[in-house]
C-alpha cells in the first residue's frame, strides 16, 4: 500500500494512465484471440466505492475498495456450459503480483469481497463463479448438467487463472507507456501468482495445483472441502444417525448447548489453561459418560440417555466401515469435541443428500433415508466433476519451488478438523512416508477455538480468505505484516525464503475492528500446540504469554 504522502509523482502518473486503459473497448482488444472469451462489463471504481453485482453465493458487494478496474469476462466452456471471473486491478500501486480467491459450498458467485480486500496489498485479484449462480447448501444447479459440474469441480477455475495471466500484464504494460514515443518496451509482467481462500475455496487451490503445478508460487487453504464425496457423506450420515425425531437416540436441539458445554468443561484444561479455548482437540480424552443421566433421564433437558449418548458418539468419532476382504476404511473423522453439532446433527442440509440426488443418482426423489457405504463407494467412483482434490504426491508442485500453507479451525462444525488431518497423512505418505518432512513446502496450523474459517472464542483472524471482520479494510490493523497476515506470511515465505514457523492470531474484540484487539497468541506448526507461559491472569490475552514448543 502506497499513502498518498508517500506515492512518488512518477507513480501518480503511472496509475492515472492505468486507470485510463479501464475501458470496455480496451480489454475486448486485450482478448480479442479468445473466441471463448467475452467481456461482460469493465467500471471504473473510485477509491472508498463499493463494487461487486449480487449473485446467490455472494449477495454484498466488496466496500471501501482502493481505487482499481473491475472487469468482468465471460467464458464459454463447452456447448451446454459457460462461466465468469471477475478482476479487480487497482490503479496506483499493484504490487506486481497475482491473487486467486476461491467460493463456498457448492455455491456459485464472484467473490467480489474476498477480491477486493486482498486488493488493498496491490495485488491483481481474481474470482470465478464456477459456471453458476447458487447459494452454498444448493446442488441442483448440477442436475444432468455434467459440464457444470466439470466447471465446479476444475475448469472455470483454471480457465479464469490462465486468461488472467494474459489479461493482466497487457493491462498494466498499456498504463505504463502513455507516451508511445517514448515507449522502450515497458511490457510488465506478473512477477509472482498466489492463492488464498478456505473451505470449498480451500479445495479450489489445493486441485489447481495437483493439475496445474505451475499456475501459483503459493497457496494459502482454510479448512479445504477437499474429500468432495466423504464430506457429503459425513453431512448426510451425520442427520441420520439422529433421525426421525421420535427415535429413543433422537438428540434436540435443546441438548446441543449441554453437550459442547460438557466439552468445553472436560477439554478445556486438558491442554494446559482453562482459558474457555480447547487448543488441543485430538489431544482431549473425553468422558462420554459425564453426559448421562443420573435416572435414565427420559426427556430431560440438562443431560442424555444412554441412546443419546450413543448419538453423540457416533458424531464425534471417526466413521469406519468394514470392506469386503475385512479390512477397515476411515470413511471420515468425526466433529471435533467442542464443536457446535447444530448444523450436522439438526438438519439434511444439500451438502449432504444434494451430491447424491442432484449428481450421483440424479433422481430428486432418490431415498436418502436408506443411505448406506455402497452409496459412497458410488458417489466415489462418479466423482462429480472430478472434483476430489486427492492427488497427494504434490512433488512436481514442491520441485517448481510451489509453498502451501494450510490451517483449520479446531472448532469447525462444518468440515470436521481431522479432515485436514488425513489430507496431511495422505501427502506425507505420498511422499516419502509417516516421518517425512515436508516442511520445506507444505506447512499446516491448527487454529484453536476457530469455527468454519472465521469466528469462535479462539484468536482466529489471521487475514484469510472468509474472514471479514466488522471494520477491518484488510490485514490486520496495527499489525500488517508477515508474522500476522497469513498471506503476507505466504510472501515472505516465497519471496524471502522464510518458512513460517508459527502465526499469530487476533481475537478483536466482539469480533469489531473498531473495538479493539481483545487478545493474540501464537498458532503453531502442526502438530504443536502453544503452550501458556505467563504467570498473571491479564496475560492470556498477550501473545509473547504463549510459545510454540521447539521440538
Ligand atoms: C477505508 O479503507 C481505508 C484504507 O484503505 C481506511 O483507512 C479507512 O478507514 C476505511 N474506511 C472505512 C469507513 O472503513
Ligand atoms: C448422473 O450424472 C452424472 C454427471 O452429471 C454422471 O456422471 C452419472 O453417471 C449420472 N448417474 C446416473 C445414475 O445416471
Ligand atoms: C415414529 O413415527 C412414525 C410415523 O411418523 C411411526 O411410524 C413410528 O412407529 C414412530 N416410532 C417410534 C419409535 O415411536
Ligand atoms: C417424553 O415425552 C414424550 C412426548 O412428549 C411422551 O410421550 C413420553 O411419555 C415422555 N417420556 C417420559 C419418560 O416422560
Ligand atoms: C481391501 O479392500 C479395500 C477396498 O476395496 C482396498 O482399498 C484394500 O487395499 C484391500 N486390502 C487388502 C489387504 O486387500
Ligand atoms: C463498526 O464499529 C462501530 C463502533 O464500534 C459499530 O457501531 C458498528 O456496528 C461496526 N460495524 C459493524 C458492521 O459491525
Ligand atoms: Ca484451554
Known sequence: MLSSSQTPLALLAVASSVAAQCTREHFETIIAGNEAASVTDVSAVAAGASFGPPSKAFPQPANNLTALCAVTINVKSSPTSSYNFGLFLPDAGWNERFLTTGNG???????????????????????????????????????????????????????????AKTIIPA???AGSSPDKSTDKSTAATIKKSYYASCSTGGRQGLKEIQLHPE???????????????????????????????????????????????????????????????????FGCKFDYDRLL????????????????????????????????????????????????????????????????????????????????????LEADRVDPGDAAADHFDLSAYRARGGKIIMYHGQADPGIPTGSSRVFYDNVHTAM???????????????????????GGPGPWYIAGGSQEVANVTFSVPGHVDADHDVVLAMMRWV????????????KFVGD????????????????????????????????????????
Open 105 to 163: 459450498g457448492f455455491g456459485g458467485g464472484i467473490n467480489w469481497v474476498d477480491m477486493g480486500i486482498f486488493a488493498h496489498h496491490g495485488f491483481a485479484t481474481m474470482s470465478t463463479d464456477t459456471g453458476h449462480n447458487a447459494m452454498a447448501f444448493d446442488a441442483s444447479w448440477g442436475l444432468n448438467q455434467p459440464e457444470k459440474l466439470v466447471d465446479w469441480g476444475y475448469r472455470a477455475m483454471h480457465g479464469s487463472i490462465e486468461l
Open 171 to 173: 493491462y498494466y504494460s
Open 215 to 281: 499456475s501459483f508460487d503459493g497457496i494459502v487453504v482454510g479448512a479445504p472441502a477437499w474429500w468432495t464425496t466423504h464430506l457429503a457423506a459425513f453431512t448426510l450420515q451425520a442427520p441420520l444417525y439422529n433421525f426421525p425425531e421420535n427415535a429413543s437416540y433422537h438428540v434436540g436441539p435443546a441438548l446441543y448447548k449441554i453437550i459442547t458445554a460438557e466439552m468445553l468443561k472436560q477439554c478445556d484444561s486438558q491442554d494446559g489453561l482453562e482459558d474457555g479455548i480447547i487448543s488441543d482437540t
Open 293 to 376: 443421566c443420573a435416572q435414565g433421564g427420559a426427556n430431560a433437558t440438562n443431560c442424555l440417555t444412554a441412546a443419546q449418548v450413543v448419538t453423540v458418539r457416533k458424531v464425534y468419532t471417526e466413521w469406519r466401515e468394514k470392506e469386503a476382504n475385512g479390512t477397515e476404511t476411515l470413511v471420515f473423522p468425526g466433529l471435533p469435541l467442542g464443536a457446535d453439532p447444530s448444523g450436522m446433527l439438526g438438519t439434511f442440509s444439500g451438502l449432504g443428500r444434494g451430491l447424491w440426488e442432484d449428481w450421483v443418482y440424479n433422481d430428486t426423489n432418490w431415498d436418502y433415508t436408506k443411505f448406506t457405504y455402497a452409496d459412497v
Open 432 to 454: 516419502g512416508g509417516e516421518g517425512a518432512d515436508l516442511t520445506d513446502f507444505y506447512r499446516f496450523f491448527l487454529i484453536p477455538g476457530m469455527g468454519h474459517c472465521n
Open 495 to 506: 519471496e524471502e525464503e522464510a518458512a513460517p514457523a508459527q502465526l499469530i492470531g487476533t
Open 512 to 551: 469489531n475492528g473498531a473495538a479493539g484487539i481483545e487478545s493474540q497468541r501464537p498458532i503453531c506448526l502442526y502438530p504443536k500446540t502453544a503452550k501458556y507461559i505467563g504467570t498473571s491472569k491479564d496475560d492470556v490475552n498477550k501473545p509473547e504469554s504463549w510459545e510454540c514448543p521447539k521440538e
